[in-house]
């Protein structure tokens, strides 16, 4: 479960370094890594959705064994409302921008044969961006709560547990 989650903290990072990178090479037209603005946009597009993606399986995974932790050790259920309240948090903000950073890709493709304005494509990137910003520190907080959430739970077992 750690490792999962520092390997998500560098994939955060990752995504968001390489998204602002292709959104300025769109403003400034230079290359990175011999690829043009184009190239890197599906680079970063593809490492940012399976950041994201990953970020939403452990949520997914870490509440179904929170919850089957809490049946088997007979704990609080009502830690379990924490972790529907994690989800309720995270889940709604990773899904728009994920469908925004997903639209402004294919978008390029738009720019890039006339049929879109290239000034509207590049306030939707600034749009995306913000707001990715925004879901790191939501994606942040809700790791602290599922961490706070488990020993919260691992401690009421070991009370149970002692005599």
């Not at 064994?65 to 379990?80: F, H, P, T, V, W």
């Not at 529907?84 to 469908?99: A, E, R, W, Y």
């Not at 509207?120 to 942040?140: E, K, N, S, Y």
Request: hydrophobic share 50%; glycine share 8%.
């Amino acid at each position: 479960m750690w490792m999962l989650m520092y390997v998500s903290y560098l994939l955060m990072g990752m995504s968001f370094v390489f998204l602002g990178l292709t959104g300025l090479m769109g403003y400034f037209q230079f290359s990175v890594w011999s690829a043009n603005h184009m190239q890197f946009a599906l680079i970063s597009s593809i490492l940012y959705m399976f950041t994201e993606t990953l970020i939403m399986f452990y949520f997914i995974i870490t509440g179904k064994k929170i919850k089957e932790y809490i049946k088997e050790n007979q704990c609080d259920a009502e830690l379990y409302r924490g972790v529907i309240k994690m989800k309720m948090k995270l889940f709604p903000h990773v899904t728009i921008n994920m469908v925004i950073v997903g639209a402004q890709f294919i978008l390029g493709g738009a720019v890039h044969s006339g049929s879109f304005p290239g000034w509207a494509h590049g306030l939707m990137f600034d749009v995306a961006l913000l707001h990715f910003m925004w879901v790191i520190v939501i994606q942040h907080n809700c790791f602290k709560e599922n961490t706070e959430l488990v020993i919260t739970l691992h401690n009421q077992a070991q009370q149970k547990q002692t005599p």
